[in-house]
């Protein structure tokens, strides 16, 4: 079955840089784009970024372009969100999520979260 | 951006209900629109896509339409396992954006 496996809870300082991980399993991985979507504690859902994972072509959301990088590692069906200088309010649940097949920005498949806490 | 727009943000209602939470998009995006469900401490669940289509696996009493650029989903008798909150979300154009999300409780 479809799985999307994200790395553990971070807790980073304010200035402080985090990479969270998503290894996907139970399917082609270059089939399917991947999407990062966060949410903040009590809010509602805020789309990040999207990449094409046969190609690492890259599409971000304007407020975090420049700050955030995602990447894909198809040698191990792995998807990377890098974010820098990381502020209090980055302090959410971020999710990596799979387009649904031939159709990009609908997501079928989700990881369970990491949780990142920006505090000093 | 698209901006969508939800409502209401809350909605108290009892199991067999009909239920109906609204979404409309700030300009056209055709049928470009998905619903997904949350409950807490989970990821979001897919329930329709394009509009009015249901994913696989989603019981028939969940419903999408369209009227232009106003969206509804509708659940056409509430069950136990439906009370969470549901969140529209656009995908006709970059950057994607999501309705505030409408929590559904007893």
């Known amino acids: 079955q479809v799985q999307l496996m994200q790395s553990g809870a971070e807790v980073k300082p304010p200035g402080a840089s985090v990479k969270v991980s998503c290894k996907a399993s139970g399917y082609t991985f270059t089939s399917h784009g991947l999407s990062w979507v966060r949410q903040a504690p009590g809010q509602g859902l805020e789309w990040m970024a999207w990449i094409t994972t046969y190609n690492a072509d890259a599409n971000y959301a304007q407020k975090f372009r420049g700050r955030v990088l995602v990447t894909v590692e198809t040698s191990t069906s792995t998807a990377y969100m890098e974010m820098l200088s990381l502020r209090p309010d980055d302090t959410a649940v971020y999710y990596c999520?799979?387009?649904?097949?031939?159709?990009?920005?609908?997501?079928?498949?989700w990881g369970l979260g990491t949780l990142v806490t920006v505090s000093s | 951006d698209i901006q969508m727009t939800q409502s209401p943000s809350t909605l108290s209602a009892s199991v067999g209900d009909r239920v109906t939470i609204t979404c409309r998009a700030s300009?056209?995006?055709?049928?470009?629109l998905a619903w997904y469900q949350q409950k807490p401490g989970r990821a979001p669940e897919l329930l329709i896509y394009k509009a009015s289509s249901l994913e696989s696996g989603v019981p028939s009493r969940f419903s999408g339409n369209e009227s232009g650029t106003e969206f509804t989903l509708t659940i056409s008798s509430l069950q136990p396992d439906d009370f969470a909150t549901y969140s529209c979300q656009q995908y006709s154009s970059f950057p994607w954006t999501f309705g505030q999300g409408t929590r559904v409780e007893i």
């Open positions: 300009q056209s995006i055709s049928s470009w």
């Open positions: 999520a799979r387009d649904q097949s031939l159709v990009r920005g609908v997501w079928d498949s």
